[in-house]
């Protein structure tokens, strides 16, 4: 009990004793516990507030806990450059007459006084944006004036406080006609609770009442009480990369900086622990946010400003590859994306990737300047203290006019200097690089060869990771013209439109998570809201100037335009931001809302993304995506989400691209990834926010499922079937053509209602296997199907218009009238009757196995189709016509019957070999492949397109696995014959289907690095002659009434050119090889290499002589199948002789021989696959 009320007594003097030193202060005097009385200031410096001197012990404990931050102790005084200092009278507090000695310090956000000059945490600050106006009051006094306050400060001078005025005035005015420039993350001077982690009282030693505390980011900031941190009124800020935060005791815990210890108490344990956690969190965050700045500033050009010299520069320019300070990354603003990209060393974490952080290391501010500034007249150039318009003249002559710069020698000659950059690109020499694009070399020139078309793709090919960097970000960059500042007003013209409008709006707060529940009503307030210069403010009223909260349009992520009477308002939309908040607004009136939408969508949409405003979208948005070959970098796309389908921006795009999510082939989410695959083409959208990423899942797993019962809301097919339809018939025609009474015979009533169900929920992932499901039940669920259908499959309009046209009696008439109806049906109900009439085409076919004819399959599917009890005849006549017709009604072609003819053999000759490793489900050829080596665990199963090659096959393989391929890896895809002990490296451009067909119980396929590519290439380029030669050792395998003779294996001399393989028994025969000599002797044997397959390795049971052997296999026009094998002396012959069968099968082409080649290609089939896309109407 003694230690709790010593503690008691220690903390009841102490608060009196700092009250007296620090925050003894004006309007808060009277707060304080005790008078000041404190000749004792021994306590003072163990748990000193204020100054640096007075906490040494602190400070030097301090620095040790964060290693690296060596320049931590005037980080936080330097991190915004002070544009004013000095010291001022600060007007005395109530009743009080003595004039107060103030250090007061002004920077781009706030106006803040100390108790002396050595002072690292204020007594007060005033953000600049809350500061209405400055006013002298005479006898060198001036007030501040913020909209709930006034400052009085006397100066020393007139001219000292005209100085001060001025400055505070500009700042000001700079704020308030500039809100575009605002980029400081978040104010919580305006009031700004959205953007804060935790808030709330806690009291701290050496206060009497409670503080208002709030972390927000990397800082926390004390305030007298809410109502002073409503007005934005505070005490101090803590910046906490310096910060520490220690438990205490139950109930108290120490925020620690090399400056003071700030010793917080809260209200229970539980409380405690929040705050601990918020404030480690926002060290965490301060930490990490420096961690980019450090790495930048490590090169010594970097620590200052380019532009205007300002010490610790955290701002850059990401394609002008410049460090900059805050004012002038405000101005940078100003002159547009197209001219400079601004982005935050602490702030925008996700584009500092490696090779751009290593890319500012070797150009950054020194490369830079010496382009960019080597005309600089001295009395154009800025410093530390210049003004918004200086830095802004200066900023648009130097970057947009290119006024200053060193011109290349090649200026004005583009095909010189487009030539000259595609020669720079693919060396390291990134400042020519610079000086090339920025005097009118074209980043997008075509530089003759279309393998590497573009100087990105050379840069890419000689592996110059740094110049691509460079490239990349100044795609879309505007050369400097001189002529471009002719104009003031142009100059200014930012990219993002500028749109206004205003209006009441009710909001309910900001939140972290997704919206799930209806919000009523009462959790709405009504807000006086504007959108203006690219800010989205909300203010309590409209004749509050002090908005309660704002949203930058840069910031916003997402836009979401909810359905009718989501909630309590009749119409709402909620805005998305990128540091996790969502923000619901709503009113009454849909129409006043749609302008909203439309007004704020407009803003922050990239502009050249702005097709997609004209989509009547649901939601709309930016998304990290990854798609194409090139999987390693995730690249930012602009998406609208209108009922099915998916508008999509891609980065290396300027067109719009559809998906049709009804017709994905599989939509699953993997990991943070929500991945849409389509027939060619499979991408990923990244979650690399989490509000916004859910709600997309949510939204495109909604719009991808099937939302009704007509056709046409069903999941389709690429050919606009439903995917219900598509599953069943084709598992029918897998195994079910010759079952008999197909269609006729009901399966069981329970097995088909859940089959129906689980097809329904999401017909893409039901998977129908021989086996577990009958033919029956599958026949009988697609019956149910159409005949519960909603709109029916010839829908109500039309329906008794195919009745009547049964009953024509002329032939021609009739045929005539059902093409006729044909056309007027919706197109997936078009499709779906061909689907379907093709089928019972099929299966009628069968009829002497099935015994369902024509007739037949009419009586069953008559009723079905017209939704009929059967009584009226004439629904089956329509079904029992079109099927009888159907080459004619349906302008079937020949070549049409004679590919479903094939298809039809085929599925019968599959069945009846039955027992393939590749088995087939529903239409896909399913394949197992596995990964290194046949094991269950390395099984994959993988949907087998008869256009996917080898190399599409191993990539699917490996990015399944999700495996990151590097240089010098050859991954393949190998045939392996167990039988044989043998396999076969697929070539990348070899079709798998056809192989898989060719598949025999025995063999499998294995994705694997092909370890002897490397030296195979490396022989290949070196040889001198397109032809092999040597001795191998040869063996027959002779098949003759099935009696395997064979005579061991012989030495043989072979030659190998680029159309044949030649054996030889005599090596003595070829000695003089002349060519006509060569022809002169005859080989004993003779193949075309072509027809050749090779597969390396020899079954141990025939003891061939060495390990390094081949097995051939060989057939010929008639067919007739040959096997031998070849056996090498070393490692070395063995490699030699596959590389040059692999060289002459493929036409000399072994590897691809660049990735972006195969990337370029896949892109190109990507966008004409989309091309076959129409935007729906
Ligand atoms: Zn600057």
Redesign the pocket.
Known sequence: MSDKDDAETMRGRLRSERVNSLFSEDELIEDYYDQPAANDSSCWNDYGLSTLQSSGTVSSRSSSMHSGSTEGLDAPAQLLPIIKAGWLDKNPPQGSYIYQKRWVKLDADYLRYFDSEKDTYSKRFIPVTSIARVASIGDQKFEVITNNRTFAFRAESDADRNEWMRTLQQMVDERKFKGLNRISLFQPPTGALDSVDKCGLLELRGFKNKLYVVVAGDKVFLYKNAEDYRQGIGITYIEMNVGNVKDVDRRGFDLTTPYRIFSFSADSDQEKDEWVEAMQQSIAEALSNSEVAEKIWSVEANRL?A??G?PK?DWASVNLCVV??K??AGEHRGLGPSITKVRSLKMDRKVWTEELIELFCQVGNCVANQFWAANVPPSEAIHVASGSQERRRFLIAKYKEGKYRRYHPLFGNQEELNKALCATVTTSDLAETQSLVFCGAEVSCFSGDPDFPNPIALAEQAGQKLQMEFLLHNKSSEIPRVEAGNSEEKQYSVILPSVTHNGFLFKTPSMAKLVHERKSREEFSRRWCTLNDSIFSYYENDRNAVPNGEIKMEEIVCLVNNPPDTHGYESTFEIYIESERLYLFGLENPEAIRKWVKSIAKSFIHPRADELLSHDFERIGRLQYKGGLNLARAKEGWFALTQSVLYAFFEDSDKEEAVHLKKLQELSVQGDSLVLVERRRTLYIQGERKLDFLGWVAAIQKAAGSSGDTLSEQQLTESDIPVIVDRCIDYITQCGLTSEGIYRKSGQNSKTTSLLEMLRKDARRVRLKEGEHQVDDVSNTLKRFFRDLGDGLFTKEFCQDWLKAAAIDNEEEKIGQYRQLLSSLPVVNRATVKALINHLYRVQYFSEMNQMNTHNLAIVFGPTLFQTDGKDYKAGRVVEDLISRYVVIFSVDEQEMRKQQDEITAIIKMRIAGSSSGTQQAGDFICTVYLEEKKTEAEQHVKIPATMTAEELTFEILERRKIDTKEKEYWSCFEVNEREEAERPLHYSEKVLPILHGLGTDSYLVVKKQLSMENMLIYLASRVSDSKHGMMKFREERNLLGLGLSTGFHDRYFILNNSCLRLYKEVRSLKQRMPAVENSHRPEKEWPVKNLKVYLGIKKKLRPPSCWGFTVFYENEKHEKQQWYLCCDTQMELREWFASFLYVQNGGNVWPSESSKVRASRTQQDSSFFETYEPET
């Open positions: 400003c532009d205007c300002s520069p900059i300070c004012r002038c």
